[in-house]
């Protein structure tokens, strides 16, 4: 089967295959890990300083800023060929600059953990890495079959994400946390109808309607002392407390693969009976 000459980005952008030796730029912390995932880490020639994954990978590639500020200056010395960005997290006026540029930007725009594998065609095709995107969108499918078929198992719960504190911020229905939480049955709460990131107040009746309140690692890095801080205010019959590794939840691209396993191992201990499991996992090699 002949495959497409080109791939449509999420601004309807249609890209053609990048040739034999693209220089790319990426803007995103997640889609620097896709490029690497895919075997073209030789191709990446510039970063964010968030973009922090594969460490070994990255630490030899300049860093250009910021996700939303760059120093174009910089970006024009590395004669770079293509760059990749996110919808949210580029500035409309900074895309319009590098395509003023000449530059060939690809816009993604992932709104749920189902978007990964259309990404992962998207970055493979147009830089001559289908066979690996097809590869990870098969590793990525087992593991959202497995985490599916686990939670079959598991009672729905509500459960409020937060994200942020001094003022509290949960993450809406109308994001990607909201619907990958959804895959184990949970809901997120509030449930503002095109919400995603809301300012809540922890009165008692939003906490009576909670099943868990999960202190996420990023943005806002909850520690132990701040779960223990907030188990202190809630009073009655409180919902449990768990910290969450933000990057796990919210990183598309290679890591949702192993955000998938992840959340499977912390939903499994969320619904065992207590003293039989042990404690929640917060993030892969926690200390």
């Not at 053609?16 to 191709?43: H, M």
């Not at 994954?53 to 174009?72: F, N, Q, Y």
């Not at 497995?146 to 994200?163: E, F, G, K, S, T």
């Amino acid at each position: 089967m002949i495959g497409p000459t080109t791939w449509r980005d999420a601004y309807g952008v249609d890209h053609p295959a990048a040739g034999p030796a693209p220089r790319i730029v990426s803007l995103v912390p997640s889609l620097t890990e896709l490029v690497i995932a895919l075997g073209l880490g030789d191709r990446l020639v510039g970063r964010t300083h968030y973009c922090v994954h594969p460490a070994e990978t990255v630490a030899r590639i300049p860093s250009l800023g910021g996700t939303k500020k760059i120093k174009l200056a910089r970006l024009d010395a590395l004669a770079a060929t293509h760059v990749l960005v996110n919808m949210d997290e580029t500035p409309k006026p900074l895309y319009d600059q590098l395509v003023a540029r000449g530059l060939r930007v690809m816009v993604t725009d992932p709104r749920g953990p189902d978007d990964n594998p259309p990404l992962y065609r998207l970055i493979g095709g147009v830089f001559g890495r289908a066979a690996a995107a097809d590869a990870l969108a098969d590793r990525y499918r087992a593991a959202r079959d497995r985490l599916v078929a686990a939670a079959a198992a598991w009672p729905a719960r509500r459960v409020l994400y937060l994200i942020w504190r001094k003022p509290w911020m949960a993450v809406g229905p109308d994001t990607y946390i909201a619907r990958l939480l959804h895959l184990a049955r949970w809901q997120v709460v509030p449930a503002a109808p095109g919400g995603r990131y809301l300012e809540v107040g922890l009165s008692d009746d939003l906490i009576a309607t909670l099943d868990l309140v999960l202190l996420a690692s990023e943005p806002y890095r909850f520690t132990e002392g701040d779960a223990d801080d907030l188990g202190r205010r809630l009073t009655g019959a409180r919902p449990r407390i768990a910290r969450i590794d933000g990057e796990m939840m919210s990183w598309y691209g290679a890591r949702a693969i192993d955000g998938l396993g992840y959340l499977a191992r912390f939903a499994a201990a969320v619904a065992a009976p207590a003293g039989t499991t042990p404690p929640v996992p917060f993030a892969e090699g926690d200390p």
